[in-house]
């Protein structure tokens, strides 16, 4: 199949493109930095011509504001219909329409955008990446702490994200979701402590708490479930373990 991943260069896209092109796909990367198909989705520039012939389009990019979020899969999806795509994947976020965050309110809308499409569709949801979690820490820690979260997490590493994506691809457009969960559902202070074990760092263990609604939901797992469509196998300490040796390689 040809397939088209917008945000083809990111943390997933990338994976994404690597797992389709390993299982013998033909594969546009798009992205506004990439020489064979800049894509600009804040204008759509470009997405006619990368979407011409193409099979699926994925939607792996990403935005901080709201409006670039919805507005970039709004412009993706009209020209994929433009294209006469015959597939659409959305990615989009385990639990978001449960924690009243910005981001996921945000996530929420773009997930209604895809469902809202006249081309076939599924969306893919995820739980939050290990260097997500990790990348955390790690900018706390720049100024001084470390924080300690009472929160249940289940983090997942991309590749398996990637892998579940590509399995979607393969299969007809469910016009439905499919989760994609990390093996294992782990409280978010033990994955802290583990972190700063595998990293080295002095920073000092804050246990900090957030209010409200969202605190709520947190602490109640709005992030994780107990039954993912499919189940990711690179753990949180597979993914330390991996940093460390990066690390050292270097």
Known sequence: MLI?????????GSRV??????RGHDVRALSRHVPDFPVDLATGTGLPGALEGCDV??????????DALVSGTERLLA?????????????SIVGCEKAPMSYYKAKVEQEKVV??????????RATQFHGLIGGMFAAATR??????LAAPLQTVDPADVAAAISDVVERSPLQASVSVAGPEIEDARALARRWKAASGSHALPVRIGVPGALGAALRAGAL????PDVRGTVTFDAWLAEQRQQKTAR
């Open 224 to 227: 994780t479930t107990d039954a």
């Open 79 to 91: 020209a994929a219909e433009n294209a006469e795509v015959g597939h659409v994947i959305g990615i």
């Open 17 to 22: 493109v690597t797992a389709l092109r390993e």
């Open 115 to 124: 469902e809202g499409s006249t081309t076939p569709w599924t969306m893919v």
């Open 4 to 12: 088209a991943v917008a945000g083809g260069t990111g943390t997933l």
């Open 143 to 148: 100024f001084g702490v470390l924080p300690l």
């Open 57 to 66: 389009v994925i939607d792996a990019s990403n935005a901080i504001k709201r």
